[in-house]
């Protein structure tokens, strides 16, 4: 079992920038692909980035350029830092853990607000 704990929402201007963290608590964070998902009101849940466990990326165009995810292992921790914000960027952010074998092992986070102003 893996616990997810999101935190560094919050309200920014446009054209700022804030990081992210979600700290997992449990074994075995090395082996797990890390996430970030995030939904605006009204709208479906999307992806936005993850990290393998082999430091792979993936990165959604709509925030490529802008947003980078990475994970410190020793900490259990992921990373998203976010720059340039837009008013669009406003949504819950959500962290997503998923083993690199065993697909049932799927945890999530209880998110994060991140609100930018115009």
């Known amino acids: 079992q893996v616990q997810l704990v999101e935190s560094g929402g919050g309200l920014v201007q446009f054209g700022g920038s804030l990081r992210l963290a979600c700290a997992a608590s449990g074994s075995g964070f090395s082996l797990y692909t890390m996430s970030w998902y995030r939904q605006a009101p009204g709208k479906q849940r999307e992806f936005v980035t993850s990290?393998?466990?082999?430091?792979?990326?993936n990165t959604a165009d709509s925030v490529k350029g802008r947003f980078i995810i990475y994970r410190d292992n020793a900490k259990s921790t992921v990373y998203l830092q976010m720059n340039s914000l837009e008013p669009e960027d406003t949504a819950v952010y959500y962290c997503?853990?998923?083993?690199?074998?065993?697909?049932?092992?799927?945890?999530w986070g209880q998110g994060t607000q991140v609100t930018v102003s115009s």
């Open positions: 990290i393998t466990t082999g430091g792979t990326t």
């Open positions: 997503n853990a998923a083993h690199r074998i065993f697909s049932d092992r799927r945890y």
